[in-house]
């Protein structure tokens, strides 16, 4: 790679495919906004269980970074009792958030918040995907 282009990515932090890097755009989300009109960023987070999503590589190949997700508190789940699914705007169903990450949101969804996601990253495996996201606080 020419050296005048490689200085020009790293001014303006990306990586030698002209992309930002996962860790980049975690940072970014992790950064406090100081517009009182935006919603507050929670943390970031992964989609857990996109492993066992019907006809995944479909819905997942249709998702977008920057793309707004639905949470939803799970209250039925037998294996967490802090679960929350994530979901498409059209309520399809990618996945939950981990436990290691649910326990706030759990806990905000059912005391009337209004929460939401934001996808940061998506990389596509065979049978499941990797999806990188934000958690907002709406309210």
Do not use: C
């Not at 932090?13 to 930002?20: F, M, N, R, T, Y």
């Not at 019907?54 to 920057?66: I, N, P, R, T």
């Amino acid at each position: 790679m020419d050296g005048g282009l490689e200085k020009k990515l790293k001014e303006l932090g990306l990586d030698k495919q002209g992309v930002k890097t996962f860790s980049q755009k975690e940072a970014e989300a992790n950064e406090i906004q100081p517009n009182k009109d935006q919603p507050l960023r929670l943390f970031t987070s992964k989609i857990a269980g996109t492993s066992h999503i019907h006809d995944a590589k479909k819905l997942f190949s249709s998702l977008q970074v920057g793309e707004s997700l639905k949470l939803q508190r799970d209250k039925e789940n037998e294996f967490d009792w802090n679960a929350v699914l994530v979901l498409t705007n059209d309520g399809e169903k990618l996945g939950f958030l981990p436990k290691s990450d649910n326990e706030i949101a759990s806990k905000l969804l059912e005391g009337g918040k209004s929460l939401h996601a934001e996808i940061l990253d998506i990389e596509i495996k065979a049978k499941w995907a990797d999806i990188s996201i934000a958690v907002y606080l709406d309210d």
